[in-house]
Nanobody
């Protein structure tokens, strides 16, 4: 069993930064593709970023490239999302997710947002 616990959310002014963390418990974390997704009020959940198990490859939603950075520390079983130049439209619950599939398969299946494991989410609110 894999458990994901997000932290680091909060209230920030537009233009500010936040760093989200995801603590992963369970075996074989280093073999999982990890991702961040978000869901804004009244909107569908959407993909934010993903990172290969090795950390050598990352993938971002086009609209977030250049502002958000995903990273991982396999020795600590942690995944991070650095968010810069935040905008009010970034307000959402941010979820950490893990998938056992290989990198290419995860990317191919992003439209379905199907991941094997999910955290409970952390609220990010960006004020204007």
């Amino acid at each position: 069993q894999v458990q994901l616990v997000e932290s680091g959310g909060g209230l920030v002014q537009a233009g500010g930064s936040l760093r989200l963390s995801c603590a992963v418990s369970g075996r074989a974390f280093s073999g999982y593709t990890m991702a961040w997704l978000r869901q804004a009020p009244g909107k569908e959940r959407e993909f934010v970023a993903a990172i290969r198990w090795s950390g050598t490859d990352t993938y971002y939603a086009d609209s977030l490239k250049g502002r958000f950075t995903i990273s991982r520390d396999n020795a600590k079983n942690m995944v991070y999302l650095q968010m810069n130049s935040l905008k009010p439209e970034d307000t959402a619950v941010y979820y950490c997710a893990a998938d056992r599939n290989v990198w290419g398969a995860v990317l191919s299946g992003l439209s379905s947002l199907r991941f094997d494991y999910w955290g409970q989410g952390t609220q990010v609110t960006v004020s204007s």
